[in-house]
C-alpha cells in the first residue's frame, strides 16, 4: 500500500527523472501525514484543542497533496507541500510559544531542493524565500506573541529543569 501510495501518479511523468520527483514529493507528502498523526495524538493527550485542529487541518491538506500526483496536477502538488509545510511549523511553534525558535524553518528551506527540478524556478523561489519570510516575521512580532497553550509552560519548566540539572552535574565536577 505504501509503495502504490508513493508511486501514485508516476506512470503519467513523462520521463524518468519526473517519475523519480513525483515519487519523492508522494514520499514527503506521506511523511508529513505520518507526522501529523503524531502530533495530533500528543496534542490529543495534552488537551491542546487549538493544536488538534490545526494538525486535523494539516493532515488534510498534505492528504489533499497526495491526490493531486495521480490527477497530474504536479505542480499545484508541490506548491501546496511547500506551503502547508512552512505552515505547520509557523503554527507548531506560535501554538506552542516558540516564537523565538526558527530553526526548523532552516530545515524547511531545504526542501525545494529535494522537491524541484532546477527548471522550476518560480517553485524553488517560493519554496526558499517563504521560510525565511517567516522565520523574519516570526522574530520581529515575537514579543506579541503569547503563550497560548499550557504545553509551552510544562515544555519552558521541563527545559529549565534540563539546564539546572546539567549546571548542577558540571559545578560536582569542578568540585572535586
Not at 520581529?140 to 534540563?162: M, Q
Amino acid at each position: 500500500m505504501i509503495v502504490r501510495l508513493v508511486g501514485a501518479g508516476s506512470e503519467r511523468a513523462t520521463d524518468s527523472r519526473a517519475a523519480h520527483r513525483i515519487r519523492v514529493n508522494n514520499g514527503c507528502a506521506l511523511v508529513c501525514v505520518v507526522l501529523n498523526l503524531v502530533f495530533t495524538s500528543f496534542a490529543i493527550i495534552t488537551g491542546v484543542w487549538l493544536m488538534v485542529a490545526k494538525q486535523l487541518l494539516m493532515l488534510a491538506v498534505f492528504a489533499t497533496a497526495l491526490t493531486l500526483n495521480p490527477q497530474g496536477r504536479f505542480a499545484a502538488s508541490k506548491l501546496l507541500l511547500l506551503v502547508a509545510v512552512n505552515l505547520s511549523v509557523v503554527g507548531s511553534f506560535v501554538a506552542l510559544g516558540m516564537q523565538h525558535e526558527v530553526s526548523m524553518l532552516y530545515a524547511v528551506a531545504c526542501l525545494p531542493l529535494l522537491m524541484c527540478e532546477l527548471r522550476e524556478r518560480k517553485l524553488l523561489i517560493i519554496g526558499t524565500v517563504l521560510p525565511a519570510v517567516f522565520a523574519l516575521l516570526m522574530v520581529a512580532a515575537s514579543e506579541r506573541f503569547v503563550p497560548t497553550t499550557p504545553v509551552a509552560g510544562v515544555f519552558r519548566a521541563s527545559l529549565e529543569v534540563g539546564l539546572v540539572q546539567d549546571a548542577s552535574a558540571h559545578a560536582d565536577v569542578r568540585s572535586v
